[in-house]
């Protein structure tokens, strides 16, 4: 659409089942798993964070950091202009040793730590203090949709100050407490798999995902830009998979393009036998013939997968290259990948689009 503000990503930091922390190698080797959980690749932390630091936080929060450090330096920006982070769930783990204690110690003499680091914004809190920014802060707390909602809150600043950048993330950890609550569910598989093998499985459930993407948003281009975010979009809950098909027709003629224009689509398939219905009648009538690609056998399902995902397609661009592994129809392989169109799916019904081209 004409005059209609593009966004650019000028920088990226992951943290993520895959070892994604170095942005000059590309999933030159994949990290297998043989259980149903998936959990971050780690790089030497007293890199990226001071040792004193280091000591007082807990694992999700270096991580987070860790990734909210790499994106900075890889954007060249010191101080952003605000810094907002999304989270389905937020950190369990640390809200589970909180409320352990509060029983075991009848509620007296409690650990401030364990409360402290467990709440929601504690991670947009802490990198604010490390970077000293002073500016817009906001914490976004929408399970499946979390990113999906920082995203949109950056999109919306960014039209009022183009010039500014936004220190953007999405975490979530694999956590005991919510992988026991979910089998219940069925939303993780009870039969142990190989990641690798996910979309070879013919059983309700997906596999247990972690991870911190940050990304630096900003209505301008700089010489550390990745790639173009044009668009972004998400149905909540459609009625259909019809729904999700015009969404996206209709997402696409907002942004002047047709099926053929997409070199490559990611689609969020988490591997459910159930729940990965409407993406597989996406992926046999809307999408068919299309190069395409999935990403959550190696990240696992999230409420924030999405960030993974936008990382993927991102690096896709920046590299020009879809790594063999990741193939679904490499004889279709084009010349050149300038628009790429992520669909992703959380249980079948949070559904979001974002479209990646090439700056």
């Known amino acids: 659409m004409k005059g209609q503000p593009v966004y650019y990503i000028n920088g990226i930091g992951i943290l993520s089942p895959q070892k994604t922390f170095d942005n000059d190698a590309f999933l030159t080797e994949l990290s297998s798993y043989h259980e149903n959980v998936l959990t971050c690749v780690t790089p030497e932390f007293k890199n990226y964070i001071n040792p004193i630091q280091l000591r007082r936080l807990n694992r999700m929060l270096r991580i987070g950091l860790t990734a909210a450090t790499i994106c900075l330096r890889d954007a060249k920006v ?3 202009e605000g810094i907002i982070t999304g989270t389905g769930y937020g950190f369990l783990d640390e809200t589970a040793k909180f409320l352990r204690e509060l029983l075991q110690q009848q ?5 401030p730590t364990y409360f402290m680091q467990s709440t929601y914004n504690a991670l947009s809190g802490l990198i604010a203090l490390s970077v000293k920014c002073m500016g817009y802060n906001n914490a976004y707390v929408s399970r499946g949709l979390a990113f999906e909602n920082v995203l949109d809150d950056a999109m919306l600043r960014l039209i009022e100050n183009p010039d500014a950048n936004y220190l953007i993330g999405a ?49 301008k281009p700089s010489d550390t830009t990745w790639c173009v975010l044009h668009d972004m979009q998400f149905i909540y809950n459609p009625a259909d998979a019809e729904e999700v098909k015009n969404g996206v027709a209709a997402f696409l ?14 689609d969020g398939a988490s591997g459910d036998i159930v729940r990965d ?25 999230s409420c924030t997968a999405s960030s993974f995902a936008l990382w993927l397609g991102a690096s896709i661009i920046r590299h020009q290259h879809v790594p063999d592994p990741l193939k679904l129809y490499p004889e279709k392989n084009p010349a050149q990948l300038k628009t790429v169109l992520i669909v992703n799916q959380y249980m079948n019904k949070n559904f979001s689009f974002f479209l990646l081209r090439q700056k």
Request: charged share 20%.
């Open 107 to 111: 509620e007296k003499q409690l650990t």
């Open 78 to 80: 010191q101080t952003p």
């Open 171 to 219: 975490f979530d950890e694999a956590a005991e407490v919510q992988y026991s609550a979910s089998i219940r569910e069925t939303y993780f598989k009870a039969e142990h798999i190989h990641n690798l093998d996910l979309f070879n499985t013919t059983t309700k459930g997906s596999i247990q995902g972690e991870g911190a993407a940050f990304f630096m948003l900003s209505g």
């Open 277 to 301: 219905s409407v993406i597989k009648e996406l992926a046999q009538t809307t999408f068919k013939g299309i190069f395409h690609t999935r990403f959550k056998h190696l990240c696992g399902e």
């Open 253 to 266: 003629q907002k942004n002047s393009l047709s099926i053929q224009d997409i070199d490559l689509w990611v």
